[in-house]
């Protein structure tokens, strides 16, 4: 165990920590790196030069003529993936802190700290790509300096490109973070922090063995559920799995055990023997996601529906920050209600239920949770403007508010500060961190931000602003349902919960986004926005119309008159019987809402 170190690398989103893992595991022999980004494997990830999913390899270092195995765990650096993140400290002693030179410490950087702090790792600071004309390496050591309280030269300079500080960097891990602390003697107690499906195998579990030994062979069981089943195959996870006899404490590692079905594997469930059971407790302070934004998702046919629900089930066994419930809707059938932890994520799922399982979704408007008082007492939380009681029985509504935290250079303090005011943010406080640098702090409510506030920050500074949030409780807002009509049809998945202040505006620009989305129909198409039974905004599509009175030259006007007067019989016939299909770029559409 004394050769044996877990660490996980954290840094904010493109400060370079999939470039510096590579140059990690071409240093340590692991593989022969032939591609940028050997980890980031998912086509997904390398299109967007972002890491979605946090990946384990283990790396054999040889250091004074000693082996150690070093366990690395890759992580994500977008706010929207911060529950990978979680995952990865809890199986680990020490991290990696991550900052870009040219950058400095970013918003993501520090919230990703803090929880390494809370789980008690050992922080080793990297200042990376050192070798970049604009860096600025003295300046950023001084503001890692502020944030950590570390000594100068406890920090590395490193650049992912060249390698520079790569041997420095695996010195720092053998020499500062401690080996796993377990006995190798007591009952077999094993954190699951990730899961994978394959077709052929089942579901693999990764795991950390705390404490005891597992072996090929072994009968085991999940604490949690309380199913049990047999090791058919334990190894350690390189670029491939590696087959074992045996995984000692402090070991990561992966178990094949031949099952099929999902919800039998929970991310932060504990692996033990059958013959311990009922002895050996769970392992605590695994943290349970909170979904943030919630949406709809419905297959474009509906009897597409159970496999949908399957395609879910095996993406959350990868990904376990995604939640669903099964609900249904007038104008879509049967789906989802699915929670997300943020957009990027909702798109992300989406991109990966297309590529990886075939299926064809619509997804609604996003939307985030309230708490409903109505007035005898009782409390409602309500995901879907569905749900919503009568607003007659309505006392309060209660909306969630975010603690978010900007950071810029102080040129953008007036354009960020008029942005998170018109969102409804109100300011906590401004810190000046180091030379122009400056961190704003505001209160905001969480529905303000879910749709298209993280790309306009991004626009407005330049992408010179970095963001980051968590949840801050609910408080009372008057917030109001508003409905979309369609020839005076509700379409619910179009329904939306939005502050008083803003539906007259959101109201008439989803009427005119609309009318230009939908196709010419053989009949007046009415498109309004109400609140209850106030209509407050509305426009018209025109109807196609034949020219019935071509055939007419001269002659009486009564003649013209009377064509078009049974024409119009027909459109009106026609509009009662007729409905109206909503193309899946209207659902779209709303989201990008200027």
């Known amino acids: 165990m004394k050769h044996i170190r877990n660490f996980c690398i954290i840094a904010h989103i493109d400060h370079g920590k999939s470039t510096l893992a590579d140059r990690l595991l071409e240093r340590t022999n692991t593989i022969q790196v ?187 069981a999940f604490i949690n559920t309380g199913k049990e089943y047999k090791a058919d195959e334990i190894g350690t996870l390189r670029m491939e799995m590696v087959p074992r006899k045996e995984l000692h404490c402090g070991d990561v590692g992966y178990i094949v055990s031949g099952i099929k079905t999902a919800t039998e594997v929970k991310v932060g469930d504990t692996i033990t023997h059958v013959s311990t059971l009922g002895q050996v407790s769970a392992i605590a302070g695994f943290e349970e996601v909170k979904p943030m934004v919630f949406a709809g998702v419905y297959p474009i046919e509906t009897e597409d529906y159970e496999n949908l629900r399957a395609s879910l089930e095996k993406l959350q066994l990868n990904d376990a920050s995604l939640t669903f419930q099964p609900e249904s809707s007038v104008a879509l059938g049967f789906g989802f209600r699915c929670g997300f932890l943020g957009l990027l994520h909702m798109e992300i799922v989406q991109e990966r239920l297309d590529r990886e399982f075939n299926m064809d979704v619509i997804t609604t408007v996003p939307n985030v949770s309230y708490m409903v008082y109505d007035k005898h007492g009782e409390v409602k939380e309500v995901h879907n403007p569905a749900g919503m009681p009568d607003p007659t029985v309505i006392e309060r509504i209660e909306e969630p508010y975010i603690h978010a935290s900007v950071i810029t250079t102080s040129n953008f303090i007036g354009p960020i500060m008029t942005l998170c005011l018109g969102k409804r943010g109100e300011l906590i406080r401004q810190d000046f961190i180091s030379g122009n640098r400056v961190e704003i702090q505001f209160a905001m409510p969480l529905g303000e931000i879910v749709i298209d506030f993280y790309d306009k920050l991004k626009s407005i500074s330049k992408g010179y602003a970095s963001f980051d949030y968590h949840q801050d409780g609910f408080r009372p807002s008057k917030l109001v349902k508003l409905d979309i009509l369609l020839n005076g049809e509700p379409v619910d998945a179009l329904s939306t919960l939005t502050h008083v202040d803003n539906s007259v505006d959101f109201g008439r620009r989803m009427c005119e986004k609309l009318k230009e989305l939908l196709p010419r129909q053989q009949f007046d198409i009415a498109i309004q926005a109400a609140i209850g039974a106030k209509i407050i905004a509305r426009e018209t599509v025109k109807q196609v119309r034949k020219d019935v009175t071509a055939k007419c030259y001269g002659g009486d006007i009564s003649r013209k008159r009377k064509l078009l007067e049974k024409q119009k019989k027909g459109k009106k016939r026609m509009k009662q019987i007729g409905n109206v299909q909503v193309p899946q770029k209207a659902f779209l559409a709303v989201l990008k809402l200027d």
Not at 58 to 78: A, C, F, S, V, W
Not at 130 to 139: G, I, L, S, V, Y
Request: some cysteine; proline content about 4%; glycine content about 8%.
């Open 34 to 220: 032939t591609e940028g980004q050997m980890l980031d494997d998912m086509d997904l990830e390398r299109e967007r030069g972002i890491t979605i999913k946090s990946h384990a390899i283990q790396m054999e270092y040889m250091r004074d003529g000693e082996k150690y195995i070093l366990n690395l765990i890759d992580t994500p650096g977008h706010v929207d993936f911060s529950y990978e993140v979680s995952r990865s400290i809890a199986a680990c002693e020490g991290a990696l802190l991550v900052v870009d030179a040219t950058q400095g410490v970013q918003a993501q950087t520090i919230s990703n700290l803090y929880m390494a702090i809370d789980h008690d790792l050992e922080i080793i600071p990297v200042v990376n790509k050192c070798d970049m004309p604009n860096a600025m390496p003295e300046e950023v050591e001084d503001e890692i300096i502020d944030l950590l309280g570390c000594k100068r030269e406890e920090i590395i300079r490193a650049s992912g490109k060249t390698g520079e500080g790569v041997d420095d960097i695996l010195n720092a891990v053998v020499d500062r973070i401690p080996c796993p602390k377990g006995d190798e003697n007591a009952p077999l107690q094993a954190l699951i922090f990730d899961s994978v499906f394959n077709s052929f195998r089942g579901i693999i579990a990764y795991f950390k063995i705390v404490n005891g030994s597992i072996k090929s062979g072994d009968e085991v």
